[in-house]
């Protein structure tokens, strides 16, 4: 199973970006899909998860202005960031909760990371 993140980029202070994530491999299900991040010197954080149910999570800094969303078909997770703050600039990995078999353990799954850079 592999995580592909892509969609970082450089963008000014208030832009927008949207980060998308496509899982692979042999995926039976995945339960939850979550966006993480880590800027220099700091230890990585959340950003935002959804179920598959489609309930979502936010950290409390990216609330009305990140909006996380998720293709259960396509198996792929996507976050919109809009309003982007310098505070923002780190890069970001999405993870997932993955199984391959019917009844199997749910295994954690990251991706390769990309990075996001908010600047003027």
């Known amino acids: 199973v592999q995580l592909q993140a892509s969609g970082g980029g450089l963008v000014q202070p208030g832009g927008s970006l949207r980060l998308s994530c496509a899982a692979s491999?042999?995926?039976?299900?995945?339960?939850?899909m979550g966006w993480y991040r880590q800027a220099p010197g700091k230890q990585r954080e959340l950003v935002a998860t959804i179920t598959s149910g489609g309930r979502t999570n936010y950290a409390d800094s990216v609330k009305g202005r990140f909006t996380i969303s998720r293709d259960n078909a396509k198996n792929t997770v996507s976050l919109q960031m809009n309003s982007l703050k310098p505070e923002d600039t780190a890069v970001y990995y999405c993870?997932?909760?993955?199984?391959?078999?019917?009844?199997?353990?749910?295994?954690?799954?990251w991706g390769q990371g990309t990075l996001v850079t908010v600047s003027s």
């Open positions: 491999g042999r995926i039976f299900s995945i339960n939850f």
């Open positions: 993870n997932g909760g993955i199984r391959d078999t019917y009844g199997g353990t749910f295994y954690d799954y």
